[in-house]
């Protein structure tokens, strides 16, 4: 991805990054603005070229040996965004779950000042001790960072004003014991097979939502809380979902076979633009809400075709299936969305996904409350209980 600019020194190209934040929405404050200006994201980076490292794109750091990312710098603005999200002070005291390359690590401490402190946790050893270097090296001299498991914290330094972490399916107990009552937490949370960065703000037994964005940090090393099965031989489609819901893959065998509906919403969008509030509101209203994925040859055969091959939201009820779609127009870059189901229900699932995309459409910046419980919360007609494990997770729509 190239920049507009056409000095490519790295100088040149930070204070691009910086001013294409500022146009894009994701730096709303001054104080994120600073930060990403004072803080050169290519030092972080030494082994990517300086015009990669400021380019609006995930970056991976480091791979499995059987070749999964194991850590990533994310993209400058889902960073900026996170920032934004979590609101920090000077002289706060923070704690981040998932160092990676340390960026973020220094752009927190700029916002802390020399009077505030963070504390920064990875798993894997290497990670951490290569962002202590450059942390060290960039003279950051107010961070604390750590190897150990993020999902306990660091009691010793607790309690925080502010928690940012890598995703995660459930917040752990230690994040709320070290979470001072009124602060925050951001964190990208898997809500049926998507996952949303969730801006909460802790109330004792509660932690209530105020800003939900886009999610782009590395999940945390867990598989917790879902379930994944293939709905067709080789693995082709396959299916994730919660371990609350009444979904049985057995059930779902040769689905993809069975009779087929189509459904059209008419509503348009451009080729960029993100479904996540379509799949918000479909996990807010819908028992059977999951993700479903499809890899290239079964797109290529028109045997499944979603939105996003990679992961698109759909609906489950017994033996029938629906998902979303888009068909895209003459002029290559509008989109039609659509359903597609099979099965005996496979018209209702079908429209009931077109009705979604149709409440979407009406409000396209409307997001529901979410709010995390420690006890049995109360519940209404328009409110979606989810069941995660140490907590319980309420949407109200």
Known sequence: MTLPTRDSSPDALHAAMVRRLARSGNVLTDAVADAMAAVPRH???????PRMAYSEQDIITKRAAAGPALSWASAPGTIATTLEQLIVLPDQNVLEVGTGTGYTTALLA??????????????DPDITAAARDTLTATG??????????G???????????????????????????????????????????????????HRGDRMVSDTIGPAGLTPMISGEGER????????????????????????????????????????TLGRNTPVDGIWLRLAATEAGCCRITARGP???????????????????????????????EHDGYTHVLGAVGYGPKRHQ??????????????????????ILHRGTPNTTSRTRLIIKGENRLTITH
């Open 151 to 201: 999902r306990h914290g660091h009691p010793d330094a607790a309690p925080y004003h502010r928690i940012v972490a890598a995703g995660t399916w459930d917040i752990p107990a230690a994040w709320w014991d070290q979470l001072a009552r009124g602060g925050r937490l951001v964190v990208p949370l898997r809500l049926r097979g998507a996952s949303y960065s969730i801006g909460f703000a």
């Open 43 to 49: 030092l972080f980076l030494p082994d990517t070229p």
């Open 298 to 328: 079964a797109v290529t055969s028109q045997l499944c075709t979603p939105a996003i091959p990679l992961g698109s939201p759909a609906l489950v009820e017994d033996d029938s299936l629906a998902y979303l779609t888009l068909t895209r």
């Open 140 to 149: 950051h001299t107010t961070i604390t960072a750590l190897t150990g498991d």
């Open 228 to 267: 994944t099965a293939s709905i067709h031989q080789d693995n082709l489609v396959c299916l994730v979902w919660d371990h609350d819901q009444p979904i049985t893959s057995a059930a779902l065998s040769g689905v993809l076979h069975r009779d087929r509906a189509v459904a059209v919403s008419g509503v």
């Open 349 to 370: 699932l079908a429209d009931r996904i077109i009705a979604a995309i149709h409440a979407w459409d009406r409000d396209r910046t409307a997001a529901p409350t979410i």
């Open 110 to 123: 700029h916002l802390t000042g020399t009077g505030g402190h963070v504390t920064t946790l990875d798993i």
